[in-house]
């Protein structure tokens, strides 16, 4: 079974600058997607961002990147020129891939990171 | 993104009724989606998988005969919470899988 840390129960940045959430995971699959999930106030559950497994090149989406390291089973979250609405709860997915079976969309969540942004 | 709705967003209930949550995918068929419950400041913790056509298929621990799933169309699947009691209370959410999980917006059920 694959299982998913996040060993920053919370973690406050200044207005304006870079934060980086840590993530790492365990799996014996070779192809996988992660993602960052992004849970404010409201407890919407809103996508960050998604990296294959099978992709070397670290996914971007505007000011949010990821440093994928799969050999270190690692998925860090970079946040950069943070904002007042980046104050969140993150957490972090495993999910396998399409093509293994009936559990393939399951997602397999860590316990989440509590960002504060400090105006 | 797609979209999932959720509904109702909140719901107060009195104890020994039942409850009946949608979760819809509006722009995209899943033939898959999942039901969740977040207990205050924890992780989602996944109750049961809901697949069209077929029965739902429950995490351990999770009483099928209390939380009632059924997954009628590849746009809709609803979660009935029956018999509801106190401890019941929490929120729910709901997902459903195209190239990503997307989230409905939950429900917050409240029994008294």
């Known amino acids: 079974a694959q299982t998913v840390t996040q060993s920053q129960p919370e973690m406050s940045v200044q207005e304006a600058e870079t934060v980086t959430l840590s993530c790492t995971y365990d799996?014996?699959?070779?192809?996988?997607?992660l993602f960052w999930y992004k849970q404010p106030p409201s407890r919407q559950m809103i996508l960050v961002i998604r990296q294959e497994a099978y992709k070397q090149q670290n996914a971007t989406e505007n000011r949010f990147s990821v440093n994928f390291q799969k050999a270190a089973k690692s998925f860090s979250l970079k946040i950069s020129d943070s904002q007042l609405g980046d104050a969140a709860m993150y957490f972090c997915?495993?999910?396998?891939?399409?093509?293994?079976?009936?559990?393939?969309?399951?997602?397999?969540f860590g316990k989440g990171t509590k960002l504060s942004v400090i105006p | 993104g797609a979209v999932v709705s959720q509904h109702p967003s909140w719901v107060i209930c009195k104890s020994g009724t039942s409850v009946k949550i949608e979760c819809r995918s509006l722009d995209f068929q899943a033939t898959t989606m999942f039901w969740y419950r977040q207990f205050p400041k924890q992780s989602l913790m996944l109750m049961a998988t809901?697949?069209?056509?077929?029965?739902?298929?429950?995490e351990q621990g999770v009483e099928k005969d209390k939380f009632l799933i059924n997954h009628a169309s590849l746009t809709l699947s609803t979660l009935t919470v029956t018999s509801a009691h106190p401890e019941d209370s929490s929120f729910y959410i709901c997902s459903a899988s195209k190239d990503s999980s997307f989230f409905g917006s939950g429900t917050r059920l409240t029994v008294v």
């Open positions: 997915a495993y999910r396998s891939p399409p093509y293994s079976g009936a559990g393939s969309y399951q997602l397999t």
């Open positions: 809901s697949n069209e056509g077929s029965k739902a298929t429950y």
């Open positions: 799996t014996s699959e070779s192809d996988y997607y």
